[in-house]
């Protein structure tokens, strides 16, 4: 029976390699992620108020902690309907959502949109970990509270990816929030961090996720490992998750299914999906592929010429790539229209 235990030995002896490689991959992330700016591609075109016609953008700055936090109050001429609160998603900032935020504001909305902490505008030495999303947000919800441009009017959020992740989180925070879009968004950042690096090795998976969750632990303390499925249990006001079934930066499988069966029948939480989408659900399918294949392309070539990945990124047809699904667009619309409340607020 000699080899019952040599084969218990192997098996331990593994399982504890696996779990070491998790863990340090957990910590390495930590670092390579967490622990650097994001001031977007310097390549790439970030649509302003100034590619739209009669799209204005009032500069605003206010504290998140110890950050200041830069961003803009779009509006266009004439009465709003209420102020959105966007939130965007990981890997540069909220000018990379223009063409959203220019229709939100088509609709009658006012919308502030900032920069999170080490991204773009803002300060911050480094982005710190995706929990300081919702610090950030709810720090924009102080500001749009006191501001006498803002102040009166009633108060939505709107985000996607680690913006929507930022949402799910702080909605149930923010009293005076009175309805949420969260678009494609994860359930935990520790969590969707392993899914990417180690998809189906769950042993890999749930180790360097339990290395996250301790260093984010020890960095914000008690406010750290949101999970979005737990923050809206509770929940006793409106919220619309939007979800791709394609998509393959927050999975689908690990995330929008189980937030679907978590909620079906939730009285508060409804969620949508679609199964030709991707991550970016409210763009066309066509410019979502077209985006992937354009950006990928120009990736390809820039490991061997920066110079020629230089131009292709100047020849990108940006409107292309960005146009929007007007049916999820108005779909969101009608979502946020239909839970304003009757007076300002």
């Not at 991707?278 to 390809?300: C, P, Q, S, W």
Request: aromatic share 12%.
């Amino acid at each position: 029976m000699d080899w019952i235990w040599i084969l218990i030995a192997c098996i331990g002896g593994v399982s504890a390699v696996c779990l070491g490689i998790g863990a340090l991959t957990g910590v390495y992330a930590v670092h390579k992620i967490y622990g650097r700016r994001y001031n977007g591609n310097p390549h790439i075109k970030y649509f302003s108020a100034n590619d739209f016609e009669g799209l204005s953008a009032e500069p605003v700055d206010f504290p998140s902690g110890d950050v200041t936090l830069r961003g803009y109050i779009y509006a266009r001429q004439g009465q709003s309907k209420g102020v959105i609160i966007f939130s965007h998603g990981f890997g540069a900032g909220h000018t990379a959502y223009t063409t959203e935020i220019d229709r939100l504001t088509r609709a009658g909305y006012k919308v502030l949109a900032f920069d999170n902490t080490g991204c773009m505008r803002s300060g911050g030495e480094k982005l710190g970990g995706f929990d300081r999303g919702v610090a950030d947000l709810l720090a924009a919800v102080a500001f749009a509270r006191a501001d006498d441009r803002l102040r009166g009017y009633a108060k939505m959020f709107v985000g996607h990816s680690w913006g929507a992740f930022s949402v799910m989180n702080a909605y149930p925070l923010a009293e005076d929030v009175v309805c949420a879009v969260a678009m494609c968004g994860f359930i935990c950042g520790a969590d969707v961090l392993a899914q990417n690096v180690f998809g189906k090795l769950a042993p890999l998976r749930f180790a360097m996720a339990c290395a996250i969750r301790a260093c984010m632990r020890a960095r914000f303390k008690g406010n750290a490992n949101y999970r979005s499925d737990r923050s809206l249990q509770t929940i006793a006001k409106p919220i619309l998750l939007l979800y791709g079934e394609k998509d393959g930066t927050v999975r689908y499988r690990w995330n929008g299914k189980k937030m679907a069966a978590a909620f079906a029948g939730h009285p508060y939480v409804r969620t949508k999906t679609y199964a030709g989408k991707g991550h970016n659900v409210y763009l066309t399918d066509e410019a979502e592929v077209r985006m992937h294949a354009v950006f990928g392309a120009i990736g390809k070539i820039a490991k061997k010429d920066k110079e020629r990945a230089a131009a292709m990124y100047r020849e990108v047809d940006y409107a292309a790539i960005t146009r929007e699904d007007e049916t999820v667009m108005e779909e969101i619309v009608a979502f946020l229209d239909g839970n304003l409340p009757c007076e300002r607020a």
